[in-house]
Protein backbone atom coordinates (compact mmCIF):
# COMPACT_ATOMS: atom_id res chain seq x y z
CA UNK A 1 0.00 0.00 0.00
CA UNK A 2 1.10 3.45 -0.97
CA UNK A 3 2.96 5.23 2.42
CA UNK A 4 3.10 8.89 1.73
CA UNK A 5 1.08 10.63 -0.64
CA UNK A 6 2.30 14.41 -1.89
CA UNK A 7 0.01 17.13 -2.89
CA UNK A 8 0.17 18.96 -5.21
CA UNK A 9 1.11 16.40 -8.03
CA UNK A 10 2.41 19.34 -9.71
CA UNK A 11 3.29 23.52 -9.13
CA UNK A 12 4.17 26.27 -10.84
CA UNK A 13 5.17 29.63 -9.85
CA UNK A 14 7.38 32.86 -10.51
CA UNK A 15 10.91 32.79 -9.27
CA UNK A 16 10.94 34.66 -6.14
CA UNK A 17 7.55 33.23 -4.88
CA UNK A 18 7.25 30.70 -1.72
CA UNK A 19 6.96 26.82 -2.80
CA UNK A 20 4.94 24.69 -0.39
CA UNK A 21 4.59 21.15 -0.86
CA UNK A 22 2.52 18.42 1.10
CA UNK A 23 3.00 14.87 2.46
CA UNK A 24 0.77 12.68 3.95
CA UNK A 25 1.45 9.24 4.87
CA UNK A 26 0.21 6.16 6.77
CA UNK A 27 1.82 4.51 9.32
CA UNK A 28 4.00 5.34 12.38
CA UNK A 29 7.32 6.39 11.59
CA UNK A 30 10.89 7.31 13.00
CA UNK A 31 11.53 9.60 10.69
CA UNK A 32 10.73 11.56 7.25
CA UNK A 33 12.88 12.98 4.48
CA UNK A 34 12.21 15.27 1.87
CA UNK A 35 14.51 14.71 -1.37
CA UNK A 36 14.98 16.31 -5.04
CA UNK A 37 15.69 15.24 -8.04
CA UNK A 38 16.80 16.79 -10.86
CA UNK A 39 15.61 15.98 -14.86
CA UNK A 40 17.17 12.56 -15.46
CA UNK A 41 19.53 13.01 -12.26
CA UNK A 42 19.40 11.10 -9.28
CA UNK A 43 17.86 12.19 -5.64
CA UNK A 44 19.42 14.61 -3.44
CA UNK A 45 18.56 14.33 0.22
CA UNK A 46 17.51 17.80 1.37
CA UNK A 47 16.52 17.79 4.63
CA UNK A 48 15.47 15.00 7.50
CA UNK A 49 13.07 15.87 10.49
CA UNK A 50 12.95 13.13 13.38
CA UNK A 51 9.41 12.14 14.12
CA UNK A 52 9.91 13.54 17.44
CA UNK A 53 10.73 17.12 16.26
CA UNK A 54 8.06 19.89 14.59
CA UNK A 55 9.56 21.99 12.64
CA UNK A 56 13.54 22.17 11.32
CA UNK A 57 15.32 24.68 9.00
CA UNK A 58 17.88 24.52 6.20
CA UNK A 59 18.94 27.23 4.29
CA UNK A 60 15.47 28.30 2.14
CA UNK A 61 14.33 24.70 3.26
CA UNK A 62 11.65 24.63 5.88
CA UNK A 63 9.85 21.60 7.11
CA UNK A 64 7.33 20.90 9.34
CA UNK A 65 5.73 17.34 10.47
CA UNK A 66 2.56 16.99 12.51
CA UNK A 67 2.57 13.24 13.62
CA UNK A 68 -0.93 13.53 14.72
CA UNK A 69 -2.06 13.98 11.24
CA UNK A 70 0.60 11.93 9.97
CA UNK A 71 1.50 15.14 7.48
CA UNK A 72 4.61 16.92 6.14
CA UNK A 73 5.11 20.07 4.59
CA UNK A 74 8.14 21.53 3.08
CA UNK A 75 8.67 25.27 1.83
CA UNK A 76 11.05 26.86 -0.50
CA UNK A 77 11.39 30.53 0.02
CA UNK A 78 12.16 32.90 -2.47
CA UNK A 79 12.52 30.23 -5.39
CA UNK A 80 14.77 29.92 -7.76
CA UNK A 81 14.51 28.72 -11.46
CA UNK A 82 16.95 26.33 -10.22
CA UNK A 83 14.54 25.03 -7.80
CA UNK A 84 12.84 23.52 -10.88
CA UNK A 85 12.70 19.43 -9.80
CA UNK A 86 10.56 16.95 -8.99
CA UNK A 87 10.41 16.66 -5.14
CA UNK A 88 9.76 13.49 -2.93
CA UNK A 89 8.71 12.95 0.79
CA UNK A 90 10.15 9.67 1.99
CA UNK A 91 9.62 7.82 5.14
CA UNK A 92 11.68 6.09 7.56
CA UNK A 93 9.69 3.46 9.52
CA UNK A 94 9.50 2.66 12.74
CA UNK A 95 10.65 -0.98 12.32
CA UNK A 96 13.20 -1.41 9.52
CA UNK A 97 15.38 0.89 7.57
CA UNK A 98 13.59 0.90 4.35
CA UNK A 99 12.27 4.28 2.89
CA UNK A 100 8.65 4.72 1.62
CA UNK A 101 8.22 7.34 -1.05
CA UNK A 102 5.53 9.74 -1.95
CA UNK A 103 4.60 9.78 -5.56
CA UNK A 104 6.40 13.06 -5.76
CA UNK A 105 5.54 16.85 -6.65
CA UNK A 106 6.56 18.16 -9.90
CA UNK A 107 7.69 22.26 -9.29
CA UNK A 108 8.53 24.46 -11.96
CA UNK A 109 10.15 27.95 -11.06
CA UNK A 110 9.77 30.30 -14.13
CA UNK A 111 12.52 32.83 -14.27
CA UNK B 1 34.01 12.19 -1.48
CA UNK B 2 32.96 10.53 -4.09
CA UNK B 3 29.10 9.76 -4.23
CA UNK B 4 27.23 6.24 -4.74
CA UNK B 5 27.89 5.59 -8.31
CA UNK B 6 25.52 3.09 -10.80
CA UNK B 7 26.62 1.65 -13.95
CA UNK B 8 25.31 1.51 -16.57
CA UNK B 9 23.52 4.72 -17.00
CA UNK B 10 20.77 3.22 -19.36
CA UNK B 11 20.29 -0.06 -20.76
CA UNK B 12 18.35 -1.45 -23.45
CA UNK B 13 17.36 -5.34 -23.47
CA UNK B 14 15.17 -7.35 -25.14
CA UNK B 15 12.19 -9.11 -22.69
CA UNK B 16 14.51 -12.31 -22.11
CA UNK B 17 17.62 -11.20 -21.78
CA UNK B 18 19.55 -10.82 -18.67
CA UNK B 19 20.98 -7.44 -17.39
CA UNK B 20 23.21 -7.05 -14.68
CA UNK B 21 23.56 -3.54 -12.78
CA UNK B 22 26.18 -2.01 -10.84
CA UNK B 23 26.03 -0.16 -7.59
CA UNK B 24 29.28 1.35 -5.75
CA UNK B 25 28.53 2.74 -2.31
CA UNK B 26 30.01 5.84 -0.71
CA UNK B 27 33.38 4.33 0.58
CA UNK B 28 33.31 3.05 4.39
CA UNK B 29 29.29 2.65 3.99
CA UNK B 30 28.02 -0.24 5.03
CA UNK B 31 24.52 -0.15 3.61
CA UNK B 32 23.15 -0.56 0.83
CA UNK B 33 19.86 -0.37 -0.72
CA UNK B 34 18.24 -1.04 -3.96
CA UNK B 35 14.86 0.99 -5.13
CA UNK B 36 13.11 0.67 -8.74
CA UNK B 37 10.41 3.57 -10.10
CA UNK B 38 8.83 1.80 -12.71
CA UNK B 39 6.63 3.68 -14.97
CA UNK B 40 4.37 6.18 -13.55
CA UNK B 41 4.88 4.62 -10.45
CA UNK B 42 6.71 5.59 -6.72
CA UNK B 43 9.78 4.52 -5.88
CA UNK B 44 9.74 1.65 -4.00
CA UNK B 45 12.11 -0.17 -1.98
CA UNK B 46 13.67 -3.52 -3.21
CA UNK B 47 15.99 -4.61 -0.73
CA UNK B 48 19.12 -3.78 2.01
CA UNK B 49 22.65 -5.30 2.46
CA UNK B 50 24.21 -4.84 5.47
CA UNK B 51 28.01 -5.36 4.32
CA UNK B 52 27.45 -8.68 2.61
CA UNK B 53 24.13 -9.92 4.40
CA UNK B 54 20.93 -9.35 3.00
CA UNK B 55 19.01 -7.64 5.73
CA UNK B 56 15.68 -7.13 4.39
CA UNK B 57 14.86 -8.41 0.57
CA UNK B 58 10.91 -8.01 1.18
CA UNK B 59 10.61 -5.44 -1.45
CA UNK B 60 12.33 -8.13 -4.45
CA UNK B 61 9.31 -9.10 -6.64
CA UNK B 62 9.90 -12.35 -7.99
CA UNK B 63 13.14 -14.43 -8.17
CA UNK B 64 14.14 -13.23 -12.09
CA UNK B 65 16.13 -11.16 -9.85
CA UNK B 66 19.19 -11.66 -7.67
CA UNK B 67 21.21 -9.13 -6.07
CA UNK B 68 24.65 -9.79 -4.70
CA UNK B 69 27.32 -7.79 -2.28
CA UNK B 70 30.43 -10.28 -2.18
CA UNK B 71 33.06 -8.79 0.17
CA UNK B 72 30.73 -5.86 1.68
CA UNK B 73 31.99 -3.22 -1.27
CA UNK B 74 29.69 -2.96 -4.79
CA UNK B 75 26.52 -4.70 -5.42
CA UNK B 76 24.89 -6.34 -8.34
CA UNK B 77 21.59 -6.19 -9.11
CA UNK B 78 20.88 -9.27 -12.24
CA UNK B 79 17.78 -9.42 -13.92
CA UNK B 80 17.35 -12.78 -15.39
CA UNK B 81 15.12 -12.99 -17.42
CA UNK B 82 13.99 -9.73 -18.09
CA UNK B 83 10.16 -8.62 -18.91
CA UNK B 84 8.37 -5.41 -20.14
CA UNK B 85 7.54 -4.40 -16.68
CA UNK B 86 10.46 -4.45 -15.42
CA UNK B 87 11.75 -1.13 -17.29
CA UNK B 88 12.33 1.51 -14.84
CA UNK B 89 14.95 3.30 -12.92
CA UNK B 90 16.64 1.24 -10.46
CA UNK B 91 18.21 3.45 -7.90
CA UNK B 92 21.08 2.70 -5.20
CA UNK B 93 21.50 4.38 -2.31
CA UNK B 94 24.12 3.76 0.58
CA UNK B 95 24.35 5.00 4.58
CA UNK B 96 26.89 4.85 7.00
CA UNK B 97 26.42 2.75 10.48
CA UNK B 98 26.30 4.30 13.60
CA UNK B 99 28.80 3.84 16.58
CA UNK B 100 26.01 0.93 17.59
CA UNK B 101 25.62 -0.87 14.40
CA UNK B 102 22.56 0.79 13.65
CA UNK B 103 21.89 2.60 9.77
CA UNK B 104 22.29 6.03 9.80
CA UNK B 105 18.80 7.61 8.65
CA UNK B 106 20.17 9.33 6.02
CA UNK B 107 20.39 7.60 2.63
CA UNK B 108 22.43 8.86 -0.34
CA UNK B 109 21.29 7.82 -3.89
CA UNK B 110 23.44 7.55 -6.92
CA UNK B 111 22.21 8.73 -10.44
CA UNK B 112 20.29 5.54 -10.83
CA UNK B 113 20.12 3.26 -13.82
CA UNK B 114 16.82 3.51 -16.75
CA UNK B 115 16.16 0.02 -18.17
CA UNK B 116 14.55 -0.41 -21.23
CA UNK B 117 13.19 -3.79 -21.62
CA UNK B 118 11.56 -4.16 -25.22
Given at each position: SQQGEEDPQALSIQEGENATMNCSYKTSINNLQWYRQNSGRGLVHLILIRSNEREKHSGRLRVTLDTSKKSSSLLITASRAADTASYFCATGLEYGNKLVFGAGTILRVKS | ????????????????????????????HDNLYWYRRVMGKEIKF??????????????????RFLAERTGGTYSTLKVQPAELEDSGVYFCASSQATIAGYPQETQYFGPGTRLLVL
Open positions: - | EAGVTQFPSHSVIEKGQTVTLRCDPISGLLHFVKESKQDESGMPNN
